[in-house]
């Protein structure tokens, strides 16, 4: 195998592991709302509609291994991150209640899973979309070099 074809192999295992991760953050999701039937707020909206279309934009980078596939996803990745970063504050009590965008219906800081003391829904939507940009910028220096 040459040394292209080698780094090809990892540039794909890497797209692959951003739509491994943006897949199972969907599935969590739908699984928390469908099956556990926990009504998502107004700041979990706003991070699925960040995360949902990253699953089919990866998938199809995917199919053909299309380059510009980071020009697209990293945008809508670093959206859901910053509305996710908000609604682990606003959750940890660190932005005050007063400023919260959930006025009617689910409050934003509703607690529904406390998982060892500190790892919360809204701190999950973090990490999924910290691991995602953090696969998207390193595929994306890979491809440039």
Known sequence: MSQSEQRSNINW????LCWLVASLSTTGSIFFSSVMEFTPC???WYQR???FPLV????????????SVVKYSLPLAAAGWLVAL?????YS???PDNIQPCTQGVSCTEKYI????FI???????LSFTTIIALLLILKRRMTK
């Open 42 to 44: 107004l700041l979990c």
């Open 56 to 67: 089919l934009i990866l998938g199809a980078g995917l199919v053909s291994f299309d380059r």
């Open 114 to 117: 406390d998982l060892f003391g």
């Open 49 to 51: 509609i960040s995360l």
């Open 13 to 16: 295992t890497v797209l692959f």
């Open 120 to 126: 919360t829904i809204p701190m999950l939507s973090l």
């Open 93 to 95: 009590g660190i932005i």
């Open 86 to 90: 908000y609604h682990t504050l606003l």
